[in-house]
């Protein structure tokens, strides 16, 4: 019998440690490591963890959230682990299904889990929205903002490349990416 560990965050800026470190002092003999969203249902490393599961092994996470950010897909897991006699751990969360307690606090914390989600997407969207109602423009700044006017006072102008940079408020590489976009041949000295 086989002690499976998985391991999730949502992005490569975030780190594994403490999850891995809980996961190595459980016993976990394999541990599957994953860089995705929880509200992904579809992850690779999960799907391979899963698939890896055999009757009578145990499945450990860290904590509730790391497996699933839904009730559904936590519940769909559960019966499946049920169907195929494997035992889930949640380290954090004190869950241990090989129990009937263990089974009910399960249910529970998964709707806890998926309620603390979907207020922090509400918090997100009323972040952004309150951002943009005080006239914050969101997303990444147009790539090619001022590149009609850059290329324009390069060519009608004596203007030197750093001045123009600082005119607009970009990089000289900017200035310079611009004019090789525009196929520009730079002015002798």
Known sequence: ?????????????QQLDS?????????????YTEFESGRNIQR???KRALNSLETGDTFVIFKLDRLSRGTKHLLNLMEDFSEREINFISIQNNID???????FFFTIMSAFAEMEAELIR????SGLEAAKA???VLGRPSENKFIEEVISDYINTKISIVEIAKKYNISRPT???????????LRSK
């Open 1 to 13: 019998m086989k002690t499976i560990g998985y391991a999730r965050v949502s992005t490569i800026h």
């Open 122 to 125: 509400e918090r997100v969207i």
């Open 19 to 31: 999850q891995l470190i809980a996961l190595k002092k459980f016993g976990c003999t394999k541990i």
């Open 134 to 136: 005080n006239g914050k």
């Open 175 to 185: 200035v310079y990416k611009y004019l090789k976009q525009r196929n520009i041949p």
């Open 44 to 46: 690779r490393e999960l």
């Open 97 to 103: 299904t090989s129990t009937s307690m263990g089974k």
